[in-house]
């Protein structure tokens, strides 16, 4: 009973005491229907019964996709691949919200969302991201790889390949070491992109910049880095931003403004210095 | 190279309105002036039309800081146009459903905000820099059409509108400014959000007690 793990409180609650128990929900869906990159695409409604609150968000769907084969129709397509959090593919805005942040309570990924947010009987909109450098493939699936090209952008940095060095020949500060880490978890998932009104790849891009941008490895790369980076997300066509944070409150690796603020820095800096985007 | 890239065309808008928010501050100091009566206030409009005579000749610092605001405006508006199309192609079909999570009414404001605080102060301009749309008219002196221009509700109305307005717009452009400039981090981001809030307040008070002061018969 005093387990600390979610899953097992819950379990032994049910067990033990009625008022715990939570009851299947029915939900309507409104769900964005497009067929392809061409279709203009609508919201279709749909019913779900014996939803458990115990379920993840995309477990929820995976019942509806089995409603819809059986009885012959589309399944709804949406990407997915970790289920926890971790490979950042399952983006889904849900109730005007990216990855559902709205009704999350906190930073999560759409398969780390879970249905015991909901209540039965509530309707439950999910869109895909919208952003023309995120084209939709089909239904909820959209195309992120202007993400990776703002990565391959960024280049190599140069660290000698070989034996595995000896850990204490660069040192790197602590507070650097854990700025970087924080930075590096950027799982490129999009939800920054997604609840931008201005469809900024901010957050991502200076995640990317400052996580090489922080360490000694990253410095002689350091200022071509940052301006080919911010010349693709351009290139990309993506909005610029405004600094309005609703992408740091959406995202679920909590990544900081202060990366976009130090972004701005080694750019600016970069510029004065001559450096200039590869065309 | 600023055609192309967003953050450089982001710091113009940065950097341009800082030198207004310097501006506006002396602006603001200036009109306090007020307080000191009729004469002083006349004389003042007068002293800086005449700073550094006889060195140079009459109105020559005023035409300076004249041009160097009309280049700034135009940059700021510019930077600010093209960075506004810019985030209308990059999601031309919005949401069915979106909702905020963290955003501010002045961080949304920005643009329309902005817009209309550029409408009025090319009114202001009008009203009581060249007096063309004071009830006054262009003949009286910057005392008197001031309080002939505040003495009507509905014109003291405009410039309560538009200066909270422009409060928002410095509350959020303030901090936006920090970040875009480089100069924020997470230990700085509350105190750089606090300053813009306390800052934009004593700077809008400062405007306002003036159109009351003359609505409420204070000044007069
Ligand atoms: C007295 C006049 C003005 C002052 C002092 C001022 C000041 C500022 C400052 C300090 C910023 C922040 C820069 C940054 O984000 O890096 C800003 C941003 C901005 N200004 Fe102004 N501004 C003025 C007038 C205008 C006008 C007339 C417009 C008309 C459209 C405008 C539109 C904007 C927009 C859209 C932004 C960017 C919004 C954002 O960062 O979220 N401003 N302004
Ligand atoms: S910064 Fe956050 S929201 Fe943006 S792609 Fe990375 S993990 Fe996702
Ligand atoms: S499926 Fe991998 S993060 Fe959600």
Request: glycine residues 10%; aromatic residues 8%.
């Amino acid at each position: 009973m005093t387990a600390t793990a979610e899953g097992t409180t819950f379990a032994s609650g049910t067990a033990s005491d009625p008022a715990m128990a939570k009851h299947d929900m029915t939900l309507t869906l409104r769900i964005w229907r497009q067929k392809g990159p061409r279709d203009k695409g609508r919201m279709v409604t749909y019913q779900v019964e014996d939803i458990s609150p115990d379920m993840s968000f995309l477990e929820m769907l995976d019942v509806l996709n089995e409603k819809l084969i059986l009885a012959g129709d589309d399944p709804v397509v949406f990407d997915h691949d970790c289920r926890e959090g971790i490979c950042g593919s399952c983006g889904l805005m849900i109730n005007g919200t990216a990855h559902g942040r709205g009704t999350s309570g906190g930073p999560t990924t759409t398969c780390q969302l879970h249905m015991r947010k909901f209540k039965d009987g509530d309707t439950i909109d999910i869109e895909p991201w919208r952003a023309t450098a995120f084209p939709v493939i089909k239904d909820l699936s959209v195309d992120r790889s202007a993400l990776d090209r703002i990565i391959q952008s960024g280049g190599y940095i140069s660290a000698p390949t070989g034996t595995a060095p000896e850990a204490h020949s660069i040192l790197v500060p602590k507070k650097d070491s854990d700025a970087a880490f924080d930075a590096a978890t950027c799982i490129g998932c999009g939800a920054c992109v997604a609840a931008c009104p201005n469809a900024s790849s901010m957050l991502f891009t200076a995640a990317k910049v400052s996580h090489l941008g922080l360490v000694p490895q990253g410095q002689p790369e350091r200022n071509d880095r940052v301006v080919n980076m911010v010349a693709q997300q351009d290139r990309e066509g993506f909005g610029g931003c405004t600094n309005i944070g609703e992408c740091s409150a959406a995202c679920p690796k909590g990544i900081s403004m202060e990366n976009i603020s130090r972004l701005n820095h080694d750019l600016l800096g970069a510029l004065r210095a001559g450096a200039r985007p590869k065309s | 190279m600023a055609k192309t890239n967003s953050v450089a065309k982001k710091a113009v808008v940065a950097v341009t309105g800082i030198i207004m928010i310097l501006y506006l501050i002396a602006h603001m100091i200036g009109n306090l002036k007020v307080f000191a009566g009729r004469e002083s206030f006349n004389g003042y409009s007068e002293w800086i039309r005449t700073i550094g005579e006889p060195a140079v000749p009459a109105q020559t610092t005023l035409t300076i800081i004249r041009i160097v605001l009309l280049t700034v405006v135009i940059a700021h508006f510019w930077a600010v146009i093209s960075l506004w199309r810019q985030a209308k192609r990059a999601r031309p079909n919005g949401y069915v459903t979106k909702k905020a999570v963290a955003q501010s009414y002045a961080s949304r404001t920005m643009r329309w905000g902005g817009v209309i605080v550029g409408l009025f102060i090319i009114y202001h301009i009008l009203d009581l820099t060249m007096g063309v749309a004071n009830p006054e008219g262009p003949d009286g002196t910057p005392y008197d059409r001031l309080v002939a221009g505040f003495s009507n509700p509905f014109i003291t109305a405009v410039y309560v509108l538009a200066l909270v307005l422009l409060g928002m717009h410095l509350r959020h452009g303030i901090w936006s400014a920090t970040q875009t400039l480089g100069q924020s981090n997470k230990r700085r981001e509350k105190t750089v959000n606090l300053f813009a809030l306390v800052f934009s307040v004593v700077l809008i008070g400062g405007f306002l007690i003036v159109p009351f002061s003359v609505l409420f018969g204070l000044v007069g």
